[in-house]
């Protein structure tokens, strides 16, 4: 299978650099005190740390054909033990050391021949070495907050860009958190379980002096998720004497271990919320209109499942593997079950025969209404901007669009619904989950989706008010204090929202020295 593509980036600058253009647009028309502006221009702590760990053989396919194998052909085949070898998505196997031991093994060399899977040569395990971040960016509001990324293309420059947009995020959400974010750089899919497990506990070995409950509190993001979760928290509570209090240190968590009902699709179901009140606010339901969505995880998914419930129609799905494509509707449901299925293993939309496979850069032409951006960063380049035939960016992704993307989409008449607002569901439910763990409560989902309803909504009229000078009090939202005199772009009203409310801590708190 080939490798996935990882978009590359559209501007020279960095990202963090690049990321910030829209503050200090926002912290000009503001005028935000000169001061305030030094706290927030550079993260307060950039940890770089490294973390070990032990792994196990692998077994890399030979082709028949290779310069390698010849020599081999009379190797015969062996047939060991299902268990003994555990396959990764990479194509590669990983061999435990239990195949080895049962004798089911014939190798020559470093070389088997496994029945009915061809030539394989042993990869010898070890030990190996990974970059861990944890930037943490302002702690104005309250304690850091932001997820964990285990991918290949992470740096401490994405760390920077994705921490800052954290405290603005908490700070929209209206959360009393502040920003950070962090990570391994490394493929998770190159790793069995129990590796993942290793992995994750002696990450938060490293990682444990620098958080807590009231100090940093992580969560999953691209790569991670309950399962990482729940391994970070035995590794921080294992022999603590008051484990049990110390349960709200990362969110995301399994419900059943303290997690959140509702939290797994509050993100999705925050965009979806979003997109929902921009068609109200014209008059128009989602009904009846057509997305497209990339990124099929955690948000991509939610988000496709509840736009499909509003009556919207999802045309085109595409992954870091490929693209699917129906102008008649995909089934949501049943992609989904596709894609987690056990023998799916790189859990891709690839090989659904319910819908046409298309090239990675036709999904962009899909005609839809909506476009959801649901994957990683710098997704929509000024040429993808170019092509795209929908009314509405909805993002789910954290900056999916570039700043050049942005300008065309402006220059088309586009609209956005900007990241910090659009995926802020997830943010929003783990401050729930939070509260419940502190309170050893356990909310009902119709709970946890009321209030995220309502906090959602609320803070997204806010921010359409200040794009549209709009100021008004109503019953879920006042944004008379927030308005600026004039219209501004949707992405810039949604950093004065932020601005504005950690403005209001240093003004009032004042700077210790
Ligand atoms: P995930 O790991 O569950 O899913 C990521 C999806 O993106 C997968 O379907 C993957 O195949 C796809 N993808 C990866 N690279 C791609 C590429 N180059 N082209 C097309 N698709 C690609 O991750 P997630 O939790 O759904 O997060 C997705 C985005 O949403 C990220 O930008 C993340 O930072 C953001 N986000 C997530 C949450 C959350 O609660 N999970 C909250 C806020 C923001």
Redesign the pocket.
Known sequence: MSE????TRESEKNIFDESMEVFHTAADLIGLAPRIRLELEQPDYEHIFYVTTRIDDRLVPVQDTAPEAAAFADLPASTPERAGLVPLASGKLILRPEALRSGALLVRDRMVRLAGKGLHRIEPGGYVRLKGYRVQHNQARGPYKG?L?FHKAVSLDLFNA?AAEMTW?TAIADVPFGGAKGGLRMDPREYSRDELENISLRFMYRLKPLIGPNIDIP???????GDVMAWLLRQYTDGERERHDLRSVVT?KDVRIGGSEGRVK??GRGLAFCIEEWFKDRGESVAGNRFIV????????VAAELLVAMGAKCVAV????GTVYDPNGIDVAKLAAH?DRPDNL????VGYTEAQAIG?RDFWDVDAEICVP????D?IRSDTAERLKCKLVAE?????TSPEADAVLARRNIAVIP?IIG?????TA?YYEWIQNKRMEHWSEAEVNTRLERAIKGNYHLIQDIAKNRPRRTEGHDSRGFVVGREVPVRVAAMVLALKRIEAHYMLEGFSQ
């Open positions: 996935p593509h990882i978009p997820g990324r994705l995020k969560a999953p993001d691209v790569g991670t998720n995301g509050a993100t990339q990124g099929f995880g955690n948000v991509g998914s595409q992954d870091a593997d894609v790189r859990r891709s939309v990675l649901a994957a990683l960063g997704a789910g992704a954290n900056r999916p990241d995926n802020a569901g997830g943010v783990s």
